[in-house]
T-cell receptor, first 115, second 115 residues
């Protein structure tokens, strides 16, 4: 089974801090995704990547950046954390060209609180 | 562009009652359809998917869903729910041919099973 591992389940950070959320997958998937999940708003795509060093903006990229230096790792960066970035962050991965067949595999999520 | 509508944001039911969670999609092309489940403070896991063939799809934990092309629906059902089915359920869609690598999600339905 594909495993997608998010390094932290819970994080508490202060306003203005630079925050790194890490995601690692172990099945050689080309596609990786970062979503945030808020009550009543569902899942909103922040960024995705379909290859090393490639990235594309999702629906809500403002205030975030990403890094993909290795195929298995996709990092989400909050340059200067703000309280409105308090949320559940979900990482997902899929095989290039086969998202439709197999869907995504998700990590367990990181619940970030910015105080 | 594709879209997914989950008609109910919250569904309360009693234990051992049947349940139906509704999902309608909009797409100009053929689609693949998915249901994911998210237990409290966890990531999403795949419940079932429709790719082709029989319109009735069976998934894990006794859930099933029926694809109805004419009504563009993919409703999720379970004949008798348990307390442990309390979770949030997400419907998602993907284009079946040459489509985007991204899934499009509905906003989710919170199922609460009461004793």
């Amino acid at each position: 089974d594909v495993k997608v591992t998010q390094s932290s389940r819970y994080l508490v950070k202060r306003t203005g801090e630079k925050v790194f959320l890490e995601c690692v997958q172990d099945m050689d998937h080309e596609n990786m995704f970062w979503y945030r999940q808020d009550p009543g708003l569902g899942l909103r795509l922040i960024y995705f990547s379909y290859d090393v060093k490639m990235k594309e903006k999702g629906d809500i990229p403002e205030g975030y950046s990403v890094s993909r230096e290795k195929k298995e790792r996709f990092s989400l960066i909050l340059e200067s954390a703000s309280t409105n970035q308090t949320s559940m962050y979900l990482c997902a991965s899929s095989r290039l060209g086969l998202t439709g067949h197999y869907g995504y595999t998700f990590g367990s999520g990181t619940r970030l609180t910015v105080v | 562009a594709q879209s997914v509508t989950q008609l109910d944001s919250q569904v309360p039911v009693f234990e051992e009652a049947p349940v139906e969670l509704r999902c309608n999609y909009s797409s100009s092309v053929s689609v693949y359809l998915f249901w994911y489940v998210q237990y409290p403070n966890q990531g999403l896991q795949l419940l079932l998917k429709y790719l082709s063939g029989s319109t009735l799809v069976k998934g894990i934990n006794g859930f099933e869903a029926e694809f109805n092309k004419s009504q563009t629906s993919f409703h999720l059902r379970k004949p008798s729910v348990h307390i442990s089915d309390t979770a949030e359920y997400f419907c998602a869609v993907s284009e079946s041919q040459g489509g985007s690598e991204k899934l499009v999600f509905g906003k989710g339905t919170k199922l609460t099973v009461n004793p």
